[in-house]
């Protein structure tokens, strides 16, 4: 595993590396913007070259349940299908799939849940969660874990952390794609001591990287800080470690502080569409009558198309008017912000100037003028 | 008006030429994509350049309901609001206005409506069309005209043709932006008589061009055909000629013959949203569960985004799946279609072989495989 991640540069917990991917070289720390139906909601894989990322996340769960693995598969597999060159991580659909409480049911072998796209009944076990991923071809699968609710007791979260390491076994004992790299998820709620014990038991398995799940679903950001900033430290040095679904920028900087090299979430591309553009040190909400005839950029110092060509003030008639071309540029400029900050963190890291760096950056939330 | 507009080459009535506006020259004969909002709908400025255009249409109606043509003048006018080099050409509104039907009552000075973003009662007359107009800084302003029903009756057409003449008196009499030419329109029905009559009208006038109205209205095809085929050689030579919301592939390639020199509609943008893509020859419904596993591009032959990165099954999927991008690849490519063909027909012109050239294209069309 040491030949596919490497540590270029460390700063205090922060790590500046290189993750070294069947379809390109990622630089580290990285966000991996959500591309759940093979699109990054608004944009084309063009879009996402332009922007400058490396590497996108894929859910497995949505492109099972439509256009199914197997068609994508028989077109070539998730990158040719959308004509992405780089990197693809496939999340495992655990987490989609135990999120439909109630239309559900979990049994040792695996999950049967109902299709939000049909109806149909499916079933999701850690083979197939495997086999899907085999088949998507992405460079990054994950092992398909038991994601318990954010509120459940220890003895739930227990029961959870068990039953994931028993399935982790069983995702290693699944046939990848060739040059597929697997990730193994750490449970164990916002508990420190059962963190550090499911990760041990997840560590001592040859998952080429560790992700940290279950956080970021509900719990206050100081708790879920803390987590991180206790576990992320503990976890393997020569692996990457991934923090799912995390985050607002200032989560994701102290992710970064507290060791992690990966991220995702879908807070950029949703807040875009929602009107909400990330700025330099806050934010602003195009719906604002205030922007209707502002003349600047979205934010000066961004060279998102958005900003380089367009005003507030016609972003905010896009909007308004509920034009499509509003929900690309938007997305545009909010992906720009979140790839921005991150490659700023590596080049701070690098330059050991990191808590600095993220000092400025998570200064009070602002709205922005 | 004859530095304006230039004829190059002749081919039978057919014509390509060069019409100069203030931002840029445009190669007629043209197709103008319809940017109702301020934007085509889905696509970018960028996009646009990308695909070739060199002159749009935006619509006063809407831009004066929202966001309002005086806030766009503050921000510059239509060109910079919407970050557009190339040449734009505004309808008056009138057409607008007059579908409203039941919901306007018109009268010698203007006609009274109620706003579809607000519900507010608006007024427009050929003054405050021309106003408009020209606050939003088009290159090409048209006359605010009577546009009757297309079942009117002769007697209700002439007293549309009437008032339009006089209408097109006041039009000329407003104060243009600077540079801004300005089109008077034609009406007339599906009569010869009156359509020559009327011509005469607006002929006589200082316009720098000529529009046919009231037509592609829900008369047959041949009767439009047949009206353009009479009316277009016997309108002025030497000034620009618009058929004015038309048409189908083949409406243009038989208004071209006749000698039209500008074209815009709405068919190739709304029917890509509506998954119709124009092929060679025809058009396929991307909706169809044959192009689910379809590894083609749309059309082997088109330039398009679309169509040089990615397949109809990628297509079929974000249609499908209601993805954002779905739009502005469609459109891309139904856009790049229309644009190519009537690029292909000024060369066919300059090359003396257009008659070949549009019997070529305009055979049956066929559903494409």
């Known amino acids: ?24 070289v990622v630089e580290t720390p990285v966000f991996m913007p959500v591309g759940t139906q093979a699109t990054v909601k608004s944009l084309s894989s063009g879009d996402l070259e332009a922007l400058g990322a490396r590497i996108i996340l894929g859910n497995t ?67 197939s969660a495997m086999a899907i991923q085999a088949a998507l071809g992405s460079d990054i699968a994950m092992a398909f874990d038991e994601c318990p609710p954010s509120d459940a007791e220890p003895p739930v979260l227990a029961k959870a952390m068990e039953r994931t390491t028993r399935w982790a076994r069983r995702c290693l004992a699944a046939e990848p794609a060739v040059g597929q790299m697997r990730f193994g998820i750490v449970q164990g709620g916002t508990s420190l001591p059962l963190r550090e014990a499911h990760l041990g038991e997840i560590a001592a398995m040859a998952f080429e990287g560790l992700a940290l799940g279950g956080l970021s679903v509900g719990e206050p950001p100081e708790v879920m800080h803390e987590v991180v900033a206790h576990v992320a430290p503990r976890m393997p040095a020569e692996r990457p470690r991934y923090l799912m679904g995390v985050g607002r920028p200032q989560d994701i900087l102290a992710g970064i502080g507290a060791g992690i090299d990966m991220f995702d979430c879908v807070m950029p591309t949703r807040n875009a569409r929602n009107g909400h553009l990330f700025v330099a040190q806050g934010h602003l909400n195009i719906a604002n009558t205030r922007y209707r005839d502002d003349r600047r950029p979205v934010d000066e110092a961004c060279p998102c198309e958005a900003c380089r060509r367009y005003s507030r003030g016609y972003l905010s008639h896009l909007f308004r008017a509920k034009e499509i071309l509003y929900y690309r540029l938007a997305t545009l400029h909010n992906l720009q912000y979140y790839l921005n900050i991150v490659r700023d963190a590596r080049q701070a890291i690098i330059e050991g100037r990191f808590p600095s760096y993220a000092a400025a950056q998570s200064a009070p939330m602002a709205v922005g003028e």
């Open 1 to 24: 595993m040491s030949d596919r991640f490497e540590v270029l540069a460390t700063c205090g917990p922060a790590r500046a590396g290189l993750l070294r991917t069947s379809h390109g």
């Open 61 to 127: 769960y949505h492109l099972a349940m439509r256009p199914g693995h197997e068609l994508i598969s028989g077109l070539g597999g998730l990158h040719e299908f959308m004509a992405w060159p780089g990197a693809i991580l496939t999340d495992s659909g655990g987490f989609q799939v135990f999120s439909q409480s109630g239309r559900r049911t979990i049994d040792e072998d695996g999950v049967t849940f109902q299709s939000h796209v049909d109806g149909s009944t499916q079933r999701l076990t850690p083979e």
